[in-house]
């Protein structure tokens, strides 16, 4: 079972820990999932257009593994982070994976509601 196990926002900015924002997905089952035909796909904070903002995920995740996500950058402060699985040049705003390669639209409510994966295919996340 694919979880989201981290997510950060601030990356950069002035006392931030981190240079980069980022999301940390976590493979917490016994078999090795492969997340080719996943999707990342963001809108800013107050958007609901998600079709055109989406960003393909790749590879395996094995058990007790991580998969991370390095998002963009508000400046210069803080540690960087170890080496990201991927890293797109966007912002954390309002941010879903996806793991039925659908475009997701969450102006109709009955897409995805489980945060995170749990029992459904998605989890959605509004920072």
């Not at 694919?2 to 493979?27: C, K, R, T, W």
């Not at 090795?32 to 990342?40: E, K, P, Q």
């Not at 796909?41 to 960003?55: D, V």
């Amino acid at each position: 079972m694919i979880v989201i196990s981290q997510l950060y926002g601030g990356g950069g900015n002035s006392g931030a820990p981190y240079q980069n924002d980022f999301i940390e997905l976590y493979n917490r089952g016994t078999t090795t999932i492969d997340i080719g035909g996943w999707s990342l796909q963001y809108t800013s904070a107050a958007g609901i257009s998600w079709g055109n903002q989406k960003l393909a995920l790749g590879g395996t995740i094995a058990p007790g593994q991580y998969y991370l996500i390095a998002l963009s950058s508000g400046g210069a402060t803080g540690n960087p982070l170890p080496t990201p699985s991927i890293r797109p040049a966007i912002q954390l705003g309002e941010v879903s994976v996806d793991c039925r390669g659908l475009d997701l639209n969450f102006a109709q409510p009955s897409c995805c509601q489980a945060e995170p994966f749990q029992s459904a295919e998605c989890g959605h996340i509004r920072s």
